[in-house]
């Protein structure tokens, strides 16, 4: 066979659906009906392998209809289908190939269909309940600290309000041949820790009670925490459990009153541009903050989040109507490109008690500017 004929068989059958499709422009429209467009696959169990289901459709027009692309709303899905044309009048098919593993429990999936018919897309929808497969110990608690290994390092407490106390737990087990009493090293004011029981057998599980007592803590906003395991007595400074929390104005024993009348934190701007500025070189940043609230506006504290943006004291008070701003000094540092710097802003607005602020630079070498 001579590579021109290759070629030419090669490329038949595309030739052959181009020219149906350009057929279908002139003559009519396709028209794209499933039997169905949804499927339960009930209870099916997380390690029982890939299931397949297959949605059946009819081209109901007068124009050879050809499935242009199918879209899955997750990885876990895998679709296959009728690649040719469908003529008037004959089906095709959706597969969709799911794997259970790793999403225990009830699922909801998409599959979007689209062609050269109408309607287009369509949505089929995958339905079920995955029965969780048997976890081992490494997956149930992974991370091993010591002797033991818990379900994560890490305890967050999230969004607490100042004068609130919140209570998490974890769970842990000893993996090791031996008893071991887990404990831990010194605790901040803030925060208590409880392992219970404390003594544990070998394969033995526990769980650690933590509280945090924000009404004793001076600080506002993301709060971290390391606290170091103890093991027989024996403090471990190489084993840590992270503790975080961020730390807002308490408006828990507000009243609907006071909420109506709160203080209103309004920003004419939440983002600065700085504009080109050398490397090296400082500039001067102002965000104007009014209070369009009925009763005072509380400045409680002022974050920023690297060494490079220094801050000036802002008023602590701002009455209603009333206007102020908050500054700060912005220097560049060593390296050109694009930069973003955050501030963060406390305040007793119960809609914006926490307020991001940005500072955009494009640094440069040799740019002139209004610099300080």
């Not at 599959?111 to 089929?124: D, M």
């Not at 969004?159 to 031996?178: A, P, Y």
């Not at 709160?262 to 104007?288: L, R």
């Amino acid at each position: 066979m001579t590579p021109s004929g290759l070629l030419f068989k090669t490329r038949l059958p595309l030739t052959i659906a181009m020219a149906l499709l350009f057929m279908s422009v002139a003559e009519g429209q396709a028209a794209i009906e499933f039997r169905t467009i949804r499927h339960n696959y009930g209870t099916i169990e997380e390690d029982g392998g890939v299931k397949n289901h297959d949605f059946i459709f009819t081209n109901n027009g007068d124009s050879p209809l050809l499935i242009t692309r199918v879209v899955p709303s997750c990885g876990c899905t895998t679709p296959d289908w009728t690649r040719e044309p469908v003529p008037p009048g004959e089906t095709g098919f959706i597969r969709s190939s799911m794997n259970p593993m790793n999403m225990p429990g009830p699922f909801t999936k998409t599959i979007a269909v689209h062609s050269n018919g109408q309607p287009s897309p369509v949505v089929l929808t995958l339905t079920g309940v995955v029965n969780p497969r048997e976890r081992s110990v490494e997956e149930q608690f992974r991370w091993a600290l010591g002797p033991v290994r818990f379900e994560s390092n890490h305890i967050d407490f999230s969004r607490t309000g100042k004068g609130e106390q919140k209570s998490r737990e974890m769970h842990l087990i000893n993996v090791s041949d031996s008893h071991v009493v887990v404990g831990f090293g010194p605790l901040p004011q803030h925060l208590s820790l409880e392992v219970v029981p404390s003594r544990l057998a070998p394969g033995e599980r526990a769980v650690v009670k933590a509280v945090y007592d924000a009404s004793t803590h001076s600080g506002w906003g993301a709060q971290n925490d390391l606290v170091a395991l103890s093991f027989n007595g024996v403090i471990d400074n190489s084993a840590f459990l992270y503790i975080t929390a961020n730390l807002l104005e308490d408006f828990s024993g507000w009243s609907e009153e006071q909420i109506a009348n709160a203080p209103v934190a309004s920003f004419e701007s939440t983002t600065f541009d700085v504009g080109e500025i050398p490397v090296n070189q400082s500039s001067e940043v102002e965000f104007s903050l009014t209070n369009e609230g009925a009763t005072p506006l509380k400045i409680r504290y002022v974050r920023v989040t690297c060494g490079c943006t220094v801050m000036e004291q802002p008023d602590e008070s701002i009455e209603p109507g009333n206007t102020t701003s908050i500054k700060a000094t912005y220097t560049s540092g060593a390296l050109p490109g694009a930069q973003q710097r955050v501030l963060f802003v406390y305040t007793n607005d119960p809609q914006m008690p926490e307020i991001m602020l940005i500072i955009k630079a494009e640094v440069v070498k040799g740019a002139s500017g209004p610099y300080l």
